[in-house]
């Protein structure tokens, strides 16, 4: 039988389109916030961060935007490539901790050449 | 070496069995970390060291669960009387900073399995 907790959202893209990931935080207290890259059979890689004293973060080819109103954080890929596929995390440092993380759920994100 | 190493890479154990996983930090790095994966869901938090001093082992799901960093490099985390719900990847962090600010490095994993 199936499994909770199996199912990741998807995202499904074609090579070259934008790409925007959402992800809900839980902590209103948190102040620091991630986004990483977890290919199969790697361990997460850092994308971006940002803080809440700010609402956007570009990278190269990455934005972050942060709505705290709302407690919500978003990751938006350039120009996809298939190189992007993984499956992408949230994460916030718990309630304002100094070294503790707490993740979301992920994200699989597909780039279809 | 210049990444997280992690070993083994897999491990297979009979349940009631005990298991120790290694990691090897970044050289240098003040501050590790310990994280559990289940399968399809985000890390979560085991345990914190800063240098050789457990700073934070709240995430430690079991007092079957142990880790330690004895010289404030390597550490081991050991699991006593392994069970089918210890089942997920364990993932080892490392930070050159005292904290977590920054996006810390991950390796890429000890992938548990309990039958």
């Known amino acids: 039988g199936e499994s909770v907790g199996l199912h990741l959202p998807t995202l499904s893209v074609q090579e070259g389109d934008n790409s925007i990931i959402n992800c809900a935080y839980s902590n209103s207290a948190s102040d620091y916030f991630i986004w990483y890259k977890q290919e199969s059979g790697k361990g997460p890689q850092f994308i971006i961060d940002?803080?809440?004293?700010?609402d956007k973060r570009q990278g190269q080819r990455v934005t972050v935007l942060l709505n705290k109103t709302v407690k919500h954080l978003s990751l938006q890929i350039a120009a996809t490539q298939p190189g992007d596929s993984a499956v992408y995390f949230c994460?916030?440092?718990?309630?304002?901790?100094?070294?503790?993380?707490?993740f979301g759920k992920g994200t699989l994100l597909t780039v279809n050449p | 070496g210049a990444g997280v190493s992690q070993s083994p890479r897999y491990k297979v154990a009979k349940r009631g069995q005990d298991v120790a996983l290694r990691c090897d930090p970044i050289s240098g790095h003040v501050s590790l970390f310990w994280y559990q994966q289940a399968l399809g869901q985000g890390p979560e938090f085991l345990t914190y060291?800063?240098?050789?001093?457990?700073?934070?082992k709240s995430g430690l799901p079991s007092d079957r669960f142990f880790a330690e960093r004895p010289e404030g490099s390597v550490s081991t985390l050991k699991i006593q009387r392994t069970q089918q719900e210890d089942s997920a990847v364990y993932l080892c962090?490392?930070?050159?900073?005292?904290?977590?600010?920054?996006?810390?490095?991950f390796g890429s994993g000890t992938r548990l399995t309990v039958v």
């Open positions: 940002i803080r809440s004293n700010m």
């Open positions: 994460a916030e440092n718990s309630g304002g901790s100094n070294y503790k993380l707490t």
């Open positions: 060291f800063q240098n050789e001093a457990q700073l934070d």
């Open positions: 962090a490392s930070s050159g900073r005292q904290g977590a600010n920054y996006g810390y490095t």
